[in-house]
């Protein structure tokens, strides 16, 4: 019999039931909760006359519609001017008091986006299922986690139940061997990792990332890389557990302590596909040949090197496909045979549960130190994942660097990655955006979303349009 | 839930592959703590010619004479035609909830995106998967006929046209019994509360890390 498979192992562990029609009940270990998809949830507890199976299993915090201007933030809750935006983070609060539930509150220093929050806390830990009403939730997989995004009335169901009805998926890894060359991030892996397979090519699978380039990469990048697994279409991305993880959890504040750590170590260290596991489906990339990345349509798929030019419809003989590649044209207001790099920038948003941690910016300091921003760019905001993101890029001085090149400093939130709060594109701006999703209007009403790394967002931010960011390395 | 067992109604083409959620449901409509209401902004920015807000008075606003759903040869569509992987991107349930409150209560295409998928069910709406060439035939046969109508029938997992052979599908039978009785997960989950206090006590022997940390 073959050997298991690191998701295999996940779900064997946390099966409670197995139904005769092929659905299952797994038990789950953490719920994160944010304010957009857990009120109606929390209703529907009320209704039913149900309490929570397990207060303790839960985390929340409000990201998605909090204000990033620190004038704003002053007053919390109550300073949120956007009337239907302060209710909502006021229902979280008011659910979290009723239910027992422990929250971060607007100001807290435990505040920012859940997926930031979870792992920085250690409350999202190796070996767990970790669920939350947000498809990026597949982020705590680089932990070697089973974490994926549910809907609301799953959140109820986990809330009531502690378990969630699933069907078991199938296997899929992506392996990236070889070496990356300098400037090209974590999410230019993965960016080209979509732009191969597509935004179906994950559908009813869990990945798993493997090969030389993901056991290089830093704990920061692989949750950039499992991020982004729901844009190729998979609820869970996944990484083996190996010494760069461990190392990472460590002295995290919900981290297991004493005695438990050692037990815990022993078992994440079997978290890991057995050599002789077998895939459904297995995708091969080499490191090496990765370029920074650049989206130029309005799907993640929809994604080419800097010094690409812009597809033609006319070479895409699927007539499905090639009208879309029209329609983004349209949308985006390119033109077929452009070059990526000719495309100018209006606004730069460094942030989101994809690029916002201490690294991403580090790395997009990097770039923009003792430079400044293009007087053609009306707006670059830098927003970070979370108040301890925040609170250690500035003993860093890395708000100053921002601040100094022209740059906004913010307070932590999802922000303009989907422009539930002030911050937003206006009608046909083009934006370069570490964030995860460049669907029409995403980040504002007729808005052009343009994915990369923080590194290229910089560049593009300097330059005024995108750039190669490994040539102003060089310089 | 309201139960579904056989839905006679027009189909509505979407004609156009990859449509995610923040088209079906725009986020600005994601602020509120309701799960109703979100019908009238069921696929805002194509509908309407202008930007749209919450608490706004729809009826007013320009409409997108072009998008399928302001013909009006499809009022009153409970049948939504679509491309390959329908409802992907972000997780909200507001997506199923816009569309069901629009009135659909079936959506018929290759295929779904995961999350989307599973959310339809929790709310009454089948999303049925065919073969390509059987949605193509169907986009061909919605736009030929004016008022063109199919009937699914659940229980017999069967949509009979009106104009060739009836077309069977295959769907998950604990989703189909669920549909059919509208029944609440949570209650059929609950039914089951000893395993999973059995399955916790074992887990919490094996990891008492993951019990008690936050409080």
């Given amino acids: 019999m073959a050997g298991k498979t690191l998701y295999d192992k996940l779900w064997d562990a946390h099966l409670v039931k197995q139904r005769d029609d092929g659905t299952a009940l797994i038990y789950i270990d953490r719920q994160l909760l944010h304010e957009v998809t857990s009120p109606q949830a929390f209703e529907g507890l009320r209704l039913a006359n149900r309490q929570p199976w397990r207060v303790d299993a839960n985390l929340a915090t409000p990201d998605h519609n909090v204000p990033t201007t620190s004038a704003e933030r002053l007053a919390g809750v109550d300073g949120i001017e956007d009337e239907t935006s302060r209710i909502q983070v006021k229902t979280l609060d008011e659910n979290c008091d009723e239910f027992g539930i422990v929250e971060h509150g607007i100001n807290d220093p435990g505040q920012g986006i859940v997926h930031v929050v979870g792992p920085e806390q250690g409350a999202t830990l190796p070996g767990m299922t970790v669920v939350c009403g947000d498809s990026h939730t597949s982020t705590h997989g680089a932990l070697g986690a089973l974490a994926h995004g549910i809907g609301t009335s799953e959140v109820e169901h986990v809330l009531a139940t502690q378990c969630l009805i699933q069907r078991k998926m199938k296997n899929m890894l992506v392996r990236v061997d070889g070496t990356l060359g300098a400037g090209v991030t974590p999410k230019d892996v993965v960016l080209a990792i979509i732009g191969k397979i597509g935004t179906a090519g994950g559908n009813g699978c869990a990945i798993e990332f493997g090969g030389q380039v993901f056991r290089d990469m830093s704990m920061e990048g692989r949750l950039t890389v499992c991020n982004m697994s729901i844009e190729a279409g998979a609820r869970a991305g996944m990484v083996a557990v190996d010494d760069t993880t461990i190392e990472y959890v460590k002295g995290r504040e919900y981290a297991p302590k004493g005695d438990d750590w050692g037990k815990a170590v022993a078992y994440w260290n079997t978290l890991h596909s057995d050599a002789d596991a077998e895939f459904d489906i297995v995708v091969e990339l080499d490191g090496t040949d990765i370029k920074p990345q650049v989206s130029w349509g309005t799907s993640p798929e929809m994604v080419l090197p800097v010094d690409a030019t812009v597809p033609n419809p006319a070479d895409e003989s699927d007539p499905v496909k090639s009208n879309g590649i029209s329609r983004a044209l349209e949308y985006m207001g390119l033109e077929a045979g452009q070059d990526i790099s000719s495309i100018p920038v209006d606004r730069v948003f460094i942030g989101s549960c994809t690029n916002s941690r201490l690294e991403d910016l580090r790395e997009a300091a990097a770039v923009a130190k003792g430079r400044k921003v293009a007087d053609s760019v009306k707006q670059v905001l830098i927003v970070p994942g979370s108040q301890a993101v925040k609170a250690k890029a500035e003993a860093e001085g890395l708000d100053k660097v921002f601040t100094d090149a022209g740059m906004e400093w913010r307070e932590p939130g999802c922000s303009m990655c989907l422009a539930m709060n002030a911050d937003k594109l206006g009608n046909g701006e083009h934006c370069a955006s570490t964030s995860n999703r460049n669907f029409e209007g995403r980040q504002g009403f007729g808005g052009r979303t343009h994915l990369v790394s923080p590194a290229m967002a910089a560049a593009a931010a300097i330059a005024g349009h995108f750039t190669d960011v490994r040539q102003m390395m060089e310089a | ?215």
């Fill in chain 2, 1 to 215: 839930m309201e139960k579904f067992t056989v839905l006679q109604g027009i189909a509505a083409p979407m004609d156009r592959a990859n449509v995610d959620t923040d088209m079906i449901i725009p986020k600005q409509f994601l602020k509120s703590i309701k799960r109703t209401g979100f019908g009238v902004n069921l696929f805002d920015e194509l509908r309407y010619l202008d930007e749209g807000y919450p608490g706004q008075d729809c009826s007013v606003r320009p409409i997108n004479e072009d998008f399928a759903l302001n013909k009006p040869r499809y009022n009153g569509a409970s049948i939504l035609l679509a491309r390959e992987n329908f409802g992907c991107g972000s997780s909200r349930e507001h997506a199923p909830w816009a569309l069901v409150d629009y009135g659909f209560r079936a959506i018929l295409a290759p295929s779904y995106a995961d999350i989307f998928f599973n959310n339809s069910f929790k709310n009454g709406l089948l999303p049925i998967v065919l073969e390509e060439n059987i949605v193509d035939d169907l986009f061909k046969s919605t736009e030929a006929n004016d008022g063109y109508q199919l009937t699914i029938d659940l229980d017999a997992q069967l949509i009979k046209r009106p104009d060739g052979d009836d077309i069977p599908f295959d769907v998950d039978p604990f989703r189909k019994h669920c549909l059919l009785n509208g029944l609440d997960d949570i209650g059929l989950t609950l039914q089951d509360a000893d395993a999973i206090r059995e399955f916790e006590g074992g887990w919490k022997q094996q990891c008492p890390w993951l019990f008690g940390a936050i409080k």
